[in-house]
C-alpha cells in the first residue's frame, strides 16, 4: 500500500474518528449526484451514490448478472392471467439510523405503498412538491401499467396491473422503484420540509449517508442493521473526481482503490501495472447506424442490406474501439437472455453490395451520416466511425456527408420523422429485459421517439408486443429470436459494436464484480 | 468621498443591468436544450415535452422570462437548479468559499513571488537575472492553465509523491463548515493534522491558478520599478549616500507599488476565469466547476444566477479598489 493510504491508516487510529483498523473503501466517482433520492433522477452517477449504495428495492439484480433475486420481497407470485403481482415483505428489514431520524419500526407494506404513490398519485403531497418529476417512472409507463397498489397485509403487497408485462418485474429492480420510508416522509412534510428527503435519505441499503460536501466528497458508513449482514467495510468514500487522467493519477497514488470510465488509451499501461487490476465485461449496451426507413431510398431492406455489407465493422473495432468491443450482429448484446445465437451478420463485401445497390437501381447515392458529438459508453469516438464509413461507402460509389450537431439538438433532429440520412447511437440496457431493447428503440410506438430508425414493421412489432405480455421465459424467447431474424432481413439498423466495459482497482480490492447494467455497486466489497 | 462613492456605485447600475442581460442570453443562445439534454437517448414525448416546458416556464417569450428573471433577481431569488431542484443561491453559496481560498491562497503566491521577482529584475536591469525572470514571466503567463495543471500533478502527485492529485482535504477528516475556508475552519476546530492536510491539498492548485497573476505582477513591478528608479528623488536619495536597499525598498518600492496594487485587484478577474479550468483538473469543489457542469447540462438558472454573482462579485472588488484608490490619490476623485 502506498504512502497515502497508510498514512490515512495511522492518521484515522491517531484521531479516534473511527474504529482502530477501519476499513474504508474510497472510490473515485465520475461527477457529483444530483440528490439522493433516486426516483427523482436518471443518471447512473445518481444512482450509484443513492439508489445502489443507500437503498433496496422489493426484488434486485444479482449481483454481476441480470437476472432477478429477492431484496425486500422474500418471494413473489404472479397470477395467472399476468394481471396481479403479489410480493410477501421480509419482516427484518430496518431504516437507517441517522443524526435526523430515528425509525420506529421495521419496513412495513405502507412504505412499499409510499414509495410509488408519492410517484403516481397527483393527489399525493410528494408528488406534488416535485411536480410529478418522477422522469424514469413515466418513461417506463410505469403510471400506465399500474392500475392500484394493495396492501394486502402488513407484509403483503399487491400491485394490480393494466396489462400483462413481462417486464414488469425488472422494472421494480430499476433504482428509481427505490422503497423509502413512509415515517421519514411523514416526519418532514410535518415539519413542512419536503425538500430535506432528497438530502438527507433515509434508506435501508448497505451503507448510509454520514454528510455529503458537494462536488468534493460523499461519505457513507456500513449499516450495522442491514438485512444481509453488516458490509465487509467499514467506511464507504466517493470522491469526486470528473477527469479520467486525474482518477487514473490517483488510483496509481493509493488515493483511491477503484474508478470508473478510464480512458480506453490508457488500459494497457494499467495492465502493465502491478499495484492495478483491470475487471472488464462485455457491456449491456449496442451501438448502431440508423436508416430513416421512411425515405427514400433507405425504405427499400436490399438497400439497407447492401450499405450494411459495405461497411467494414471489424475496421471500426479495430480503430474505434482499440480491441475494447466486438461486432454487433443483432440490436440486443450477447450477453442477454434471448439473444439469438444463429443469426448470421451480413458480410462484409463490398463488390456485393455495389451488385445489391445496381439491382436496386440505385446510382450516386449522396447521403449524410451523423456523428454523435459526445462518447457514450457504447461509442468511444462516433467522428472518427463515421469517417470510417464514409471511407467505406465511397468505394461503393456512395458520397456519405459527416454532420454533427450539439448533443440536445443532435437527439431532437435524430428522432424525427422527417430526418436525413443514417444516424450513430447507441443504448444501454435499463433492466436486462429484451423488451428494453426491441420495444423501446424498434417497436412502432418509438416512432418519432427512441426509434430512431423510424422504422415499423408489423411481423416484427406483434412479435415484440406480445412477447411482453407472456410469463412463461421459454415462450418469450423464442419470440425475440424470431423477431430478431425479422430485424436482420430488415436491415433498419446497421448494428455496430458492443462496447466492453472495464473496472480499474487496486490489487488489494475484493469482491467487486462489474454490474452489466452500468452501475458500481460495492455490496459485498472489501480491502485485503 | 460619499458623493465620490455614491457615483461609483450609480456607474454600476447599467453594467449590471448589461450583465443580467449577457448572462440570461449567453446560455440560451447555445444551441441545446436542457428538456432534452434530460431525456438523453430515451427520448420524450410530445405531451411529456410541452408538462415540462410549461412548468419551467419555457414557453413564455423570451423578453416574459428575462423580466421574470429580474423581478425574482431584485427580491434575491435566483431561481431553482433544473438538475439538482436546489435553490442556486444556496448552490453557489455552498461552493464560494472553496473558491474563495483557492484564489485568496493563489493570489497569496502570485504576490510572495512576482513582487520580489519583479524588484529584483528592475534591479538588475539587462543582466542574465532579469532576462531569466522575464523569460519565466512571460512562459507562466503564455502557459495553458490545463496543461499546466496536469504537468504538475503528473510532476509532484504521481512521480515524487510530494503532493496529492486533487481534491480539497484527506476523506479522513470532515469539517463542520463554519467560515467554508477549510484553512480557517480545521484552526477553529483546533485540528492542526486537518489543517496541515487542507494546506496540502491547496499547494499544487494555487500555484496554478496562481502562474498568470505571478507573471503579470512581476513584469507591472519591474516595469514600475524601472520607471521609478528613474525619477529624481531616488537620484536624490542615492546622492545622499543612503543603502541601495533602502533606496530600493523604501523609497522606490513604495511608490511603485501604487500600480501593482491596482494589477493585483483586477486579477480578481483572472482568478476567477482561471478557477474554472483549476477546480476542473484538480476536483476543487469551487464554483468554476459548478458553472462547467451547469453549462454542459444547459442549467440555465445556474448558469444565468452563477454568472450574475460572479459579475457581481468582480464589480465589487473593483469598487472597492477605486474608492480605496480614492483614499491614497485625492485627485482621483475629481
Known amino acids: 500500500m502506498k504512502k497515502t493510504l497508510l498514512a490515512a491508516s495511522i492518521a484515522t487510529m491517531m484521531l479516534g474518528a473511527a474504529p482502530v483498523m477501519a476499513k474504508t473503501l474510497v472510490y473515485c466517482s465520475e461527477g457529483s449526484p444530483e440528490g439522493f433520492d433516486p426516483s427523482l433522477y436518471t443518471t447512473g452517477t445518481t444512482f450509484d451514490a443513492a439508489g445502489k449504495t443507500i437503498y433496496n428495492r422489493l426484488v434486485e439484480f444479482k449481483t454481476g448478472t441480470t437476472e432477478l433475486r429477492p431484496a425486500i420481497a422474500e418471494r413473489w407470485e404472479v397470477s395467472d392471467d399476468g394481471m396481479e403481482v403479489t410480493f410477501l415483505l421480509r419482516d427484518d428489514v430496518e431504516f437507517h439510523t441517522t443524526d435526523y431520524f430515528t425509525p420506529s419500526r421495521p419496513l412495513n407494506a405502507d412504505d412499499v405503498l409510499y414509495s410509488f404513490r408519492r410517484q403516481m398519485m397527483e393527489d399525493n403531497p410528494y408528488y406534488q412538491h416535485n411536480n410529478g418529476n418522477y422522469e424514469y417512472f413515466t418513461a417506463m409507463s410505469m403510471g400506465e401499467l399500474i392500475d392500484e397498489i394493495v396492501k394486502v397485509d402488513d407484509h403483503t403487497v399487491k400491485f394490480v396491473l393494466t396489462r400483462p408485462e413481462a417486464p414488469f418485474l425488472a422494472n421494480l429492480a430499476m433504482d428509481f422503484a427505490s422503497i423509502h420510508s413512509k415515517e421519514y416522509g411523514d416526519q418532514l412534510l410535518e415539519a413542512g420540509t419536503p425538500e430535506r428527503a432528497n438530502r438527507q435519505p433515509v434508506g435501508t441499503g448497505p451503507f448510509q449517508l454520514i454528510g455529503y460536501q458537494e462536488d468534493a466528497v460523499i461519505r457513507y458508513a456500513a449499516n450495522p442493521d442491514y438485512f444481509r449482514g453488516k458490509q465487509p467495510l467499514d467506511n464507504l468514500v466517493f470522491a469526486i473526481t470528473p477527469d479520467a487522467q486525474v482518477r487514473y493519477q490517483k488510483l496509481q497514488a493509493g488515493e483511491c482503490h477503484a474508478m470508473p470510465y478510464p480512458n480506453p488509451s490508457d488500459i494497457d499501461e494499467m495492465r502493465q501495472d502491478d499495484t492495478i487490476q483491470v475487471l472488464e465485461e462485455p457491456g449491456l449496451n449496442v451501438a448502431y447506424l440508423a436508416y430513416n426507413t421512411q425515405q427514400e431510398p433507405f425504405d427499400d431492406p436490399q438497400v439497407r442490406k447492401a450499405l450494411n455489407m459495405a461497411i467494414n465493422k471489424e475496421a471500426i473495432i479495430e480503430a474505434v474501439f482499440q480491441g475494447a468491443g466486438e461486432v454487433a450482429k443483432n440490436p440486443i448484446p450477447p450477453t442477454m437472455w434471448g439473444y439469438n445465437e444463429a443469426i448470421e451478420d451480413d458480410p462484409y463485401d463490398p463488390e456485393r453490395a455495389q451488385q445489391m445497390l445496381d439491382d436496386a437501381g440505385i446510382e450516386d447515392l449522396e447521403m449524410s451520416i451523423w456523428a454523435m458529438p459526445v462518447q457514450r459508453p457504447y461509442m468511444p469516438n462516433a467522428r472518427r466511425t463515421a469517417e470510417l464509413m464514409q471511407a467505406d461507402l465511397s468505394r461503393v460509389g456512395v458520397d456519405a456527408e459527416i454532420v454533427t450537431y450539439e448533443w440536445g439538438e443532435y437527439l431532437k433532429r435524430a428522432s424525427s420523422v422527417d430526418r436525413e440520412g443514417a444516424v450513430i447511437l447507441g443504448w444501454t440496457g435499463d433492466n436486462g429485459d429484451p423488451d428494453n431493447f426491441l420495444a423501446v428503440l424498434l417497436g412502432c410506438d418509438g416512432i418519432g421517439g427512441a426509434n430512431r430508425a423510424q422504422w415499423c414493421h408489423e411481423p416484427f412489432n406483434e412479435l415484440v408486443m406480445e412477447a411482453k405480455t407472456l410469463s412463461d421465459q421459454a415462450e418469450r424467447v423464442e419470440r425475440y429470436e424470431q423477431a430478431q431474424a425479422i430485424f436482420k432481413e430488415q436491415a433498419p439498423w446497421n448494428t455496430l459494436a458492443h462496447s466492453v466495459v472495464f473496472m480499474p482497482l487496486r490489487q488489494e480490492v475484493t469482491g467487486y464484480t462489474i454490474d452489466p447494467l452500468g452501475g458500481h455497486n460495492f455490496e459485498g466489497v472489501d480491502l485485503k | 468621498m460619499i458623493k465620490f462613492i455614491f457615483i461609483k456605485l450609480a456607474q ?71 438538475v439538482t431542484h436546489a435553490p442556486v443561491m444556496s448552490e453557489f453559496m455552498n461552493r464560494f468559499p472553496a473558491t474563495l481560498e483557492l484564489s485568496l491562497f493563489a ?228
Do not use: C
Request: aromatic fraction near 10%.
Open chain 2, 12 to 82: 454600476l447600475i447599467p453594467t449590471f443591468i448589461g450583465v443580467t442581460i449577457v448572462a440570461f442570453s449567453f446560455i440560451r443562445l447555445l444551441p441545446g436544450d436542457p428538456i432534452l439534454l434530460m431525456a438523453g437517448e430515451r427520448g420524450i414525448s410530445a405531451e411529456r415535452y410541452a408538462v415540462l416546458e410549461a412548468q419551467l416556464g419555457f414557453d413564455r417569450p423570451l423578453i416574459a422570462q428575462y423580466f421574470d428573471f429580474i423581478g425574482n433577481l431584485l427580491q434575491g431569488d435566483l431561481g431553482t437548479s433544473l
Open chain 2, 107 to 334: 493570489l497569496l503566491f502570485a504576490v510572495i513571488v512576482g513582487l520580489p521577482a519583479g524588484v529584483l529584475a528592475a534591479t538588475r536591469r539587462g543582466t542574465f537575472i532579469d532576462h531569466s525572470v522575464m523569460g519565466v514571466s512571460l512562459t507562466g503567463y503564455s502557459m495553458p492553465i490545463f496543461w499546466w495543471g496536469l504537468l504538475l500533478i503528473m510532476l509532484f502527485s504521481s512521480t515524487l509523491g510530494w503532493t496529492p492529485v486533487s481534491g480539497r482535504i484527506s476523506y479522513l477528516y470532515f469539517i463542520e463548515p463554519v467560515t467554508g475556508l477549510l484553512t480557517i475552519d480545521t484552526l477553529l476546530a483546533g485540528n492542526w493534522d486537518a489543517f496541515r492536510s487542507a494546506l496540502h491539498y491547496l499547494i499544487l492548485p494555487g500555484i496554478v491558478l496562481g502562474t498568470i497573476p505571478m507573471a503579470v505582477i512581476a513584469r507591472q513591478t519591474r516595469s514600475s520599478m524601472l520607471e521609478v528608479l528613474g525619477e529624481d528623488y531616488v537620484r536624490t536619495a542615492r546622492a545622499k549616500g543612503l543603502s541601495s536597499f533602502r533606496v530600493i525598498m523604501v523609497h522606490a518600492l513604495r511608490n511603485a507599488l501604487i500600480t501593482v496594487v491596482t494589477v493585483i485587484g483586477l486579477q480578481v478577474g483572472v482568478l476567477l476565469a482561471g478557477a474554472i479550468l483549476t477546480e476542473t483538473i484538480f476536483s476543487w469543489p469551487g464554483i468554476g466547476k459548478w458553472m462547467i457542469d451547469a453549462i454542459s447540462r444547459r442549467d440555465y438558472p445556474a448558469v444565468q444566477g452563477g454568472l450574475v454573482l460572479i459579475a457581481f462579485i468582480v464589480m465589487l472588488v473593483n469598487l472597492l479598489v477605486d474608492v480605496a484608490y480614492g483614499v491614497i490619490n485625492p485627485r482621483i476623485r475629481h
